[in-house]
Structure formats: structure tokens, C-alpha cells
């Protein structure tokens, strides 16, 4: 039975190619757009669960109320880890790990003349390929990192340092704030994608301890925020409310001017629950499965509505099936059969779809995901999941219809009102193209918002400034170098600042009307040079002759007056900080210091003097800004030789403002490419499902369209006639649309401080949009029709 089954779906599809074309490829494209997005969502969903302890491992943060502010505290001090062991009985085990905050300087000694700038170097306390399950291909994970200045290397790493040599034993040279030396212990499997704990370099936690910086790191002796990430090892996940209570009774004996409040993060939701750090792939999780299911829905709706339609095609093979014996079960079996097979080719071209694509996707995405990943058994079961799915929804409706038919009528030639429901046909195109008329408005609104953040007035002049991180490495030459730069015939100005622009800034807590009050003030250390070499404006400049470089001074700007109470024009006041008083020596209007997603908030400039001591032995920035019409290149290659001059150690690079401002706006810029795809998938898809109606509906026509050419209809008249109820279709799926589309932006666009209103114009270019793709796609036959003779389509009356 079933083999016979299969012969009429073979038979079925061969005969109706173009229907079978459609169908097959519509459901492939909304298969691979699914699994796509299945795959991103799982790996999302899945971090961290491939460690044995994972469900027993918690991360320890600390959140510390100071005035009126609250700062959250990710880290924890070196002592916390023994601290919290001994105190709390629930706790098994501990990790610590330091992950170094900038990129090191690697060599190999062997090849010292050979060095790069390497990420991802943490330091781990001896016991972390015991704690964590990442495997080791060389070295014991008793031992690698117990002696310090032992370092373990991701595969990848000793690949590219040592070649096809065993590294075991050799050494390297990394470059912090001095150079060190580590023996390799150990080489590891290079960490899984979907892991929040990530490596490169891991060197033993004792190493600190013997390095000059080692103080930064482990001053603090009791159980505080710090620099370490703290996990904790629980003997059961219900010790979790006793720990943090028990770590709270501590802090609350603790005689701090703050108060401080911990809690425990489960490792398996550190990913997308933690605020540190960039998580914006977050955002898509909500969107993009809710993308999937739509798509998919387009690509299913295609399949029912096209295989429903052409029921009169079936009806007489359906009627004399039921004559003969056959019974409805029966009858839906074998559409159900077909389906399946329809399903089954698709799912196979989705599959090989997805695999061509994935890279794309994962690019736009900024994400990298394991190729083992795709073959784990989450992901294989998923997809089986997927396929059970579609060929059970696919089948379900058409199966239902098909068997429905009385056979007495059908035998009659009389299928029209049974035919599978032009109602429900008519419901089908209309979400068709309300889901693509809704992606359209959503694409568009995202793009102007872009626009907008990145031609915005922010206060400063981001074009041609090149910025180049300078490390402690040169030392005093720091000076010359400044000098040097300035000397070029294309730059005009140039500034130093502790931080790049875009890339941080410290934090002060600052007296507001008492003492009790506390308002945080970020802050910027910069020279002289940097407020003109940034283009900023003052709102109340500094007194005549006035000297800003002064350690007793502060420059602010105008949402600080407000915040600290200050007088309207506060030049010559003080701020209390608790430790003395700041004289206010100029006032800047606001300027954008971070993403435009936030309000400007209260900032202060210490402005120091381009010393040595300041900015050679800390390491800095230098702001660069090059003249307009300079060749950039020649510009950059001549600072370049300029840097290589002074620091022959460290590796050169550089960055231009204009592109760390527009950076800051990655996860938009993501999400506004993927819209824009998933926008002309489903346009193509909801395209392919009317082109298909469209064609079997005038095709049911013929005679009605010959009698009207008889009778002397013209080509217009017959075209417009054959459309109108189409048109009619799409302009409702815009009235549909549009009120969901506007509600979904307007709530997006409440996460910016600075944004545009959803302009009325997207919702007549949405349909604009989608009434010229109708009129396209049903055009063609109908204007097919129209010019078809009259006498072929009615000879065998």
C-alpha cells in the first residue's frame, strides 16, 4: 500500500512541475531560514552544559550601594575564593580566574623578532581543568599550573608558536606591564563555542603573585569585590539562599561607608543573564524564533493553499477512490504520504541551504559555532523534531480537505464548493503579506534609527581622528613620540587621553547637597590638547590665563551641574569628594562619551599635564586628527614608522573614532542585516505562494475569460478584472500590518535615549511595496490569460 502511495506522489509531482517546484522550493527556503535560527537560539541556550558539575557550579557577584547609586561587581578579590570555602559549609570547591583586561604581547623566544598581540589570557588558580571540564591533549591537569610562570596553551595557539614541535617544556614570552617568561605545561582542546569561559593562555594564578603588578591584583584580604572571577563548587544546588545569606550576615558586620549585597549566578545562565560585558546576541533570542516560526508559516501556508487549490485536479481520482472501497482514513494516508514526500525533498534542500549559508549567518552575527555542534545530539534531535513537525502540519490540512469529498459530487465534475475553501485561501495570502508587509516596516524603521545615531550632533567631531594605543613600553619617549606625530604635514592637532574614546571611563563618587548623598561622575584623564582636538565646545569657559593642567582642578559638563547642584554657571566653585574639594575650571557643553542608547550623564575631565610620569610609565592613547584631503594611508603609515621608532616591543595599531562611535551599535547593525534578509525571504516566499494561486485560479477561469473576449473585453479590462480581488487581499494585509509593526518598533525604539519617531511614510512605502510585487506577479498571467484565444478555451463547449 504504501509502496503504491508513493508511486502516485512520484507521478503527481512529475506531472506538475511548476506547482511542485513552488512548493518544494518555498518550504526549503523557510526550512533553512528555521534551522538557521534553531541553530543560533540552541547554541545560545546551551552554554556552559557541557561541563560534568555544571548544575553545581555557581559564579559569586557583588552588587555595592554607595549614597544613592548602586554598582554592580562581577569580580571578586583574590582572598574571596579560601574566604567563602571556609565560612560557608555548602561550598565544596572554588576557581578563581583573572581575565587579563588588555591584549598581551606573545613570543616565542626562539624567533624573538616574531611577536603578536594576543587575546584571551587568564590566570587560573592550579585546579581548573579539574573544575571545568576542558580536556587536556598534553599534560596532567594536576599539575600543569601549580608551579608559577606555567602557562597552558589552546591548541590553536601552540600551532601557531611552535608548529608541529611538541611545546611541552619550551617557553614563551609574554609582555603585560613587564616581560615574562613561562614554560609550557600543557596543551588544550581549544574551548567549545558555547562556552562563557574562554582561552587562549592560561597561566598559573601563583604567577601573580611573583609579578610586579601583583598588588593590583591581590591587595585585598577579605572577602570584597576584586579583579577574579570567583566559581563556587556547591555540594548541592539547594545550598545556594544559605550561602548568600550567610556571605550577607558577614558583609553586614563589615564598617564600610557602602553597603554591599552578593548573590550567586548557576554557570549554565551566565550567558544570558549577565550584564557585564557584551551580550547584545541577547536581544536576538527573543526576536529571532518568533522570525523563524513566521517564515516557516509563510512556507507552509504556500504548501496547503497551493496543494488545496488544485483539488478539482484530484477530485475525480479522490471520488472513484471512495467508490472502489477506499475509505477516508485511507485517502488521507496517501495525501499524508504525499506531503511527506514533498516534505522530505525540501527538508533535504533546507538542510543543504542552511549548511551554504551558515557561514554568512554566523558572520553577520559575530558569532562562531563548532561544526561538532552541529552534529551533537541536541541539534540532531531538533532537526528530526523539525521534520516531524512540517511533514505533520504540512499533510494535516490538505489530507482533511481531500478526503472530504463526496463522491457523487465529485464524479458530477461539481468540486467548487468543496475544493478545499477559497475563505481559507483568501486568509492564507492575506498573512502572507501582512507578515512581509510587517518585516518591511520593522527593516526600514530599524535602518533610519541607524541613520540617525550615526549622522547625530554629538557634540564632538569624530571625522578623521586616528586613535593609537601606546603601551608603558615607551616609557619616556612618550613625549617625542607626541612630538613626532604632531610634526606630520597631515595632522593638525593631536591629544592624550587615558582611554580611548568609546572604549571606558573611570568612575568617581562625589558629595552631592550632603554628605549622605553620593553621585557618581564618570571621568576622563586627558591632556590640554583634547578638548580642542575633539572639536568640543565650552559652555562656560575657563578664566582668562587660567591653568587647567592642575591636580586640584575639574572640568565638567552641563548634566554634572545639574547632578552635583551646582550654580548655573559654577566656574570657581568646588565639589566635594570626600577627600577634598575640586575647583571647577571650565564647564563643556554635553558631548556623547558612550552609546547614544543611554542619556548623557555627568562627566568630568582631570586635565593633566603630557608628562612622562602620566603617560609614558601607564601607557595611554593618542588622539591624532588628520587634515582634511590627507592620503589616510601614508598618514598612517607614517605614525606607524614614527611608533616603531620609540617602542620596537609592542605591535602597532590603531582605530579611527568615527568607527569605535559606530561599533558601539553592533547588535543593531546585526539585527538590521538579518531583518533585511528575513524581509526578502518572505517577500519571496509570500511572491512564490500568490505567483502559484495566481496561475491556478486564472487557469480556473479560462472559459469565463474567453466568453468575456467574445463578447469584446478588452485586455485592460480583463487584467484589472482578474487582479482586483488579489489587490483587494493585499491592501488588507497592510491595515492588518501596519498597527502591529508600529507597536513592535515603538516599544524597540524605547531602548534608545535618542531616537526618531516611526515616520508615517514606511507604512505607504510598505505597501507600496507589496501592492507592485502583487501586481508583478499576478500580471504575468493574467495578462497571459487575457491575450490567450478565445476559441481554445472555449472548443469544448
Known sequence: MFKNYLKIALRNLQKQKLYSLINIAGLAVGLAVCMMIMLYVTHEMTYDRFHTNAKRIYKLQASVKIGG???????????????????????????????????????????????FKEDKLIFADPAFFNFFTFKLKEGSANDVLNKPFS????????????????????TIKLKTDSVYTYQVTGVAENTPSNSSVDYNFVASANSLLAMKEAANYTGEQRIASGSFNLFLLLKSQSDTLGIRNGLQRMADKEKDDFKTFYNLSSLTSLHLSNNFGDFSNLKYLKIFPLVAVLILLLALVNYMSLTTARATLRAKEVGVRKVSGASRKTIAAQFYVESGLFTLISFS???????????????ILQLKIDNSFLYSPTVLLL???????????????????LSSFKPVITLKGKTSKQSGGTAVRKVFTTLQFSIAVGLIICGVVIDRQLYYLRHADTG?????????????????NYPAFNKDVQA?????NVATSHYAMYGGHDMYFMEGKTKEESVGLAALSVDDKFIPTLGLKWKYAPVAGKQLANANSIVI??????????????????????????????????????????????????????????WGQEGCNLFARVKPHTNMPSVINAIQAIYKKYDQDTPFSYSFMDEAFDKQYKAEDRLASIFSTFTYITILLATLGLFGLAAFTIEQRTKEIGIRKVLGASMTTITTLLSTDFLKLIVLSVIVASPI?????????????YRIAVPWWVFVLAGAMALITAVVTISYHAIKAALANPVNSLRSE
Open 557 to 614: 559638563n552641563e548634566t554634572a551641574i545639574k547632578e552635583l547642584h551646582l550654580p548655573a554657571n559654577p566656574v570657581g566653585s568646588f565639589i566635594n569628594t570626600g577627600n577634598g574639594k575640586l575647583e571647577v575650571a571650565g564647564v563643556v557643553k554635553n558631548f556623547n562619551f558612550s552609546s547614544m542608547e543611554t542619556t548623557i550623564g555627568s562627566l568630568g575631565l582631570f586635565i593633566k599635564p603630557d608628562t612622562t610620569q602620566v
Open 151 to 170: 602557562v597552558v596553551l589552546s591548541q590553536d595557539m601552540a600551532k601557531k608558536y611552535f608548529g608541529d614541535t611538541d611545546p611541552i617544556g619550551k
Open 460 to 476: 564632538l567631531d569624530r571625522e578623521n581622528v586616528v586613535m593609537i594605543p601606546v603601551s608603558n613600553s615607551i616609557g619616556k
Open 69 to 115: 547609586n548602586t554598582m554592580n561587581m562581577n569580580y571578586m578579590s583574590y582572598a574571596s575564593g579560601p574566604l567563602v570555602k571556609q565560612s560557608q559549609p555548602g561550598v565544596e570547591g572554588y576557581m578563581r580566574t583573572l581575565d587579563y583586561f588588555k591584549p598581551v604581547v606573545v613570543s616565542n623566544p626562539l624567533t624573538p623578532e616574531t611577536k
Open 349 to 363: 534542500l533546507g538542510y543543504a541551504l542552511c549548511y551554504a549559508f551558515k557561514p554568512w549567518f554566523l558572520n
Open 488 to 492: 606630520l604635514a597631515g595632522i593638525s
Open 741 to 753: 509593526a508600529w507597536y513592535a518598533m515603538h516599544n524597540w525604539l524605547q531602548n534608545f535615549a
Open 383 to 401: 532537526l528530526f523534531g523539525l521534520l516531524l513537525l512540517t511533514a505533520l502540519i504540512s499533510g494535516i490540512y490538505p489530507s482533511v480537505v
